[in-house]
């Protein structure tokens, strides 16, 4: 499974008009492209930074929806004010206790590895960080992004409402501070978001 992000950094102003505009234009037109599995939606309503994912089956049917999406990529960045910034993905943990409700909340974290060592730090990121984050209260799914050629990836867990992602923040930090030292890899980025769109349907790989 494959996934591609689009990553919009508008002011937040611009969130509610950009939501409306991903659930009923783009949603239903990237849906229906050969090949797409489904849609996924996160906004930080205070900094105006939001990401919509696509999941695809595979590499060639993301590949060959490029040019269908552009259009709908370029409404959008003018929508929210801001360049849009893609990635490509291989889809390389998804894991589910339940599915996501109304009002769930996602934590994303990014990181940078020497590409050598991206199966060392993928086995490790299975076997040790997703039984500790089912461990957190209200913990609803988990999933981890691979960009192989680069080191690069992307992990988003989802908890059942704020209250629950909040909570879980000093344990989390903690965790993944020490991961990240005992694997030799950078975090570059993180930060938490509402979960606006949760049709992803990538189906479970732990």
Sequence with gaps: MYARSTTLNGAPVTIDDGISYVCDEVMPAVTAMPGCVGLSMLADRESGRCIV??????AEAMRASAEGVRGLRERAASIFGGPPEVHDWEVAVMHRRSEAPSGACTRVTWTRADPSQVDRVLDAYRSVMVPRME???????????????QGLSASAVTFEDRDCMESSRTHARASRDDFARLMRIEITDHDEFDLVLAHLRVPETV
């Design 53 to 58: 994912t696509s999941s695809w089956h595979d």
């Design 135 to 149: 461990d957190y209260p209200g913990f609803c799914s988990v999933s981890l992004f691979l960009d192989r050629e």
